[in-house]
């Protein structure tokens, strides 16, 4: 940051600062016995001063010490009192320090400067009470919205969690179902389908905040990847090693995303080794430096030391579900997804990406795993 951009926003938080300390003395209820100890000391403070500067000052000034009396009131005290005090020392400046001095009489001259001297409190009056009013609609207006959000996250959450246990129901019938089936086929079909709707509901469960903006990609494929694994194997040994550079990724990034990891995670289970063979994936993400326009270069690859590709297996035409899938996900990041025999042996399934720093008040989709239902293929 540049030096005078730190100047800059330094000198907006001190300003901020002062306004909200100004908001909240204004808006500050105080009791009627403050009102009247706080309108009465305005006074005779103003009033002695008044006196003490007479012989000092020319003439023409009657009401200078009782100008900062009155806005003092009406600021720490009330409007109630400012006007009580605006009066009283109108009376006492006109009295005392306007000629004729010791009597209300009322030549031109008097009434000139009495009249400058209204105009002047009742626009400071007016002008605090405009602002106490605004201070007071707006501070009415961040409760109701405050509120608003609150209302908004819980049926958010609700609504996450419902999702979530709604998928979890079918997820359960399909396991039902594939142990009633005798069709391998078909236990094969409805076991990875019961897998992949396992592990949507758990990304979803780790999506559910309304008001999250960015997460760290790193932190969250390890937990995903954590996920899928629990839900995808059960009779295979399978070891999974991650190295993940930190990476900032926006909430609608993060669902596609994390998506595109679990199916070739399943997808490396499913066909990285023969029967319940062990099995060894290893993931990482790997990190380039962000160019001028904020973006960074990143690449998630995940490898497996099964048996490999076949000689003549083309990702345009494979007729995996999963893999489909993946494809269309990684258009939705603008990205590319490739896969590879490794020539030590395994596969190589790469997706490299470029992800857009998340902007401050950014804010998260409402629509979810929902959002990305019209990218998959029918």
């Not at 806005?71 to 004729?100: D, T």
């Not at 400058?116 to 009415?140: C, M, N, P, S």
């Not at 969690?161 to 997820?171: D, E, P, Q």
């Not at 083309?314 to 896969?339: C, H, K, N, V």
Request: proline letters at 5%; one cysteine or more.
């Amino acid at each position: 940051m540049k030096p005078n951009s730190t100047a800059t926003f330094g000198n907006h938080r001190l300003i901020n600062r002062l306004l909200n300390a100004l908001s909240e003395v204004l808006l500050t209820q105080r009791s009627l016995r403050h009102e009247v100890a706080f309108g009465a000391l305005a006074i005779a403070a103003s009033t002695a001063l008044r006196l003490l500067v007479d012989g000092i000052l020319p003439p023409g000034f009657p009401f200078l010490t009782f100008f900062p009396a009155v806005m003092l009131s009406l600021i720490f005290a009330s409007i109630r009192c400012g006007i009580v005090v605006a009066v009283a020392c109108g009376l006492i400046s006109w009295f005392w320090f306007i000629e004729p001095q010791g009597t209300f009489a009322l030549p031109s001259g008097a009434l000139l400067a009495l009249g400058f001297y209204v105009l002047i409190v009742g626009t400071d009056v007016l002008f605090i009470t405009a602002a106490v009013w605004a201070l007071r609609a707006l501070a009415t207006a961040r409760e109701d919205a405050a509120q608003q959000a609150r209302a908004r996250e819980l049926m958010f959450s609700e609504l996450q969690h419902r999702i979530s246990n709604n998928l979890a129901t079918v997820a359960a019938l399909l396991r039902l179902q594939a142990a009633d089936t005798s069709d391998p086929e078909a236990k094969r079909a409805l076991g990875a389908s019961q897998s992949r709707i396992s592990v949507i509901s758990r990304l979803q469960r780790r999506l559910h905040a309304p008001e999250m903006q960015a997460l760290d990609a790193a932190e969250y494929l390890h937990a995903v990847l954590a996920d899928t694994l629990e839900v995808a194997t059960e009779t295979r040994k399978v070891t999974l090693e991650c190295r993940m550079d930190p990476l900032q990724v926006s909430h609608d990034a993060a669902i596609p995303l994390g998506l595109i990891a679990s199916e070739l995670l399943m997808n490396a289970v499913e066909h990285g080794a023969e029967g319940a063979a062990p099995l060894r994936v290893t993931a990482t993400l790997e990190v380039g430096p962000a160019d001028e326009e904020g973006t960074t270069p990143a690449a998630l690859e995940l490898r497996d030391d099964g048996a490999g590709l076949p000689t003549d297996f083309a990702l345009a035409t494979s007729d995996s579900l999963g893999l489909t899938i993946s494809q269309q996900f990684a258009t939705m990041l603008d990205g590319e997804l490739t896969m590879a025999s490794h020539p030590s042996g395994g596969t190589v399934a790469r997706l490299a990406f470029r992800s857009a720093r998340p902007q401050a008040g950014e804010a998260a989709s409402d629509q979810g795993l929902a959002g990305v239902s019209d990218q998959l293929p029918a």
